[in-house]
């Protein structure tokens, strides 16, 4: 296997530098941008298996020379020592309701560990990708890693707000989001001031900032851009990224 990774990038290019893909003789993982700067990078990392080369170095520019026209330069990087890739963050959606079911098909295709946790068998079966039957989903923040995504919205206000309480206390999540309202945003506000937390790192309502469509898929749509952007745009990797 080898490793492709942008290791210099100047002016317009498809990605940033960092970004990597992993080539095999008939596989590909992961994106460097497409277009003919990949489909380059992709021939010689073959190359390189099959002449038995260690490391190698592309400099590219984006020009009409290679038909690509964004105008920048990059420099990649090639080496048989591809590391596993870092685990993605895990996203705890509490709540199999339609838009925890949503939410869930969602992120399935996105760089998060998204499981789907709630106490009732009968709405967990309705739903695809992997789930978690359990009473105490509290326990679950508890033991969530560093940089996890919390997503709170169960059948139960009073659930939401312990739930939503007991990950503001982390202050090490990388967002905690709940489904509702200003009125109840504002009602928890008081609930937390009471118990000495700050709400203000609380996203709720969750996926506002973009329509008030109510429908699931929608709110799931964008509840899933939230966590994306909280994701890929806090480069500081402050925690709470939202506040």
């Given at each position: 296997?080898?490793?492709?990774?942008?290791?210099?990038?100047?002016?317009?290019?498809?990605?940033?530098?960092?970004?990597?893909?992993?080539?095999?003789?008939?596989?590909?993982?992961?994106?460097?941008?497409?277009?003919?700067?990949?489909?380059?990078?992709?021939?010689?990392?073959?190359?390189?298996?099959?002449?038995?080369?260690?490391?190698?170095?592309?400099?590219?520019?984006?020009?009409?020379?290679?038909?690509?026209?964004?105008?920048?330069?990059?420099?990649?990087?090639?080496?048989?020592?591809?590391?596993?890739?870092?685990?993605?963050?895990?996203?705890?959606?509490?709540?199999?309701?339609?838009?925890?079911?949503?939410?869930?098909?969602?992120?399935?295709?996105?760089?998060?560990?998204?499981?789907?946790?709630?106490?009732?068998?009968?709405?967990?079966?309705?739903?695809?990708?992997?789930?978690?039957?359990?009473?105490?989903?509290?326990?679950?923040?508890?033991?969530?890693?560093?940089?996890?995504?919390?997503?709170?919205?169960?059948?139960?206000?009073?659930?939401d707000f312990l739930l939503a309480a007991e990950a503001l206390a982390r202050r090490d999540l990388a967002y905690v989001g709940m489904i509702g309202s200003a009125?109840?945003?504002?009602?928890?506000?008081?609930?937390?001031?009471?118990?000495?937390?700050?709400?203000?790192?609380?996203?709720?309502?969750?996926?506002?900032?973009?329509?008030?469509?109510?429908?699931?898929?929608?709110?799931?749509?964008?509840?899933?851009?939230?966590?994306?952007?909280?994701?890929?745009?806090?480069?500081?990797?402050?925690?709470?990224?939202?506040?």
């Open positions: 296997m080898i490793r492709v990774r942008v290791t210099s990038a100047r002016g317009s290019t498809p990605r940033e530098a960092g970004a990597e893909m992993i080539v095999g003789p008939d596989t590909i993982q992961g994106t460097i941008g497409g277009g003919q700067l990949e489909y380059m990078a992709i021939d010689r990392a073959r190359q390189m298996l099959a002449r038995g080369e260690a490391t190698a170095r592309m400099d590219i520019p984006l020009g009409p020379e290679i038909g690509q026209c964004c105008g920048g330069r990059v420099i990649l990087s090639l080496d048989r020592e591809a590391p596993t890739p870092p685990a993605h963050p895990d996203a705890l959606i509490f709540g199999a309701g339609h838009v925890g079911r949503a939410l869930s098909r969602a992120l399935q295709p996105l760089p998060v560990n998204a499981l789907l946790i709630d106490s009732r068998p009968e709405e967990l079966a309705r739903a695809s990708g992997p789930t978690r039957l359990t009473p105490l989903p509290e326990a679950l923040i508890r033991d969530a890693r560093p940089g996890t995504f919390v997503v709170i919205l169960t059948h139960d206000h009073a659930l009125t109840k945003r504002a009602q928890f506000a008081r609930f937390a001031i009471a118990r000495g937390l700050d709400p203000a790192p609380l996203t709720c309502p969750i996926g506002a900032g973009f329509s008030r469509d109510k429908r699931p898929e929608i709110i799931a749509a964008f509840t899933a851009a939230e966590l994306m952007a909280c994701l890929t745009l806090s480069s500081s990797r402050k925690y709470p990224c939202n506040s």
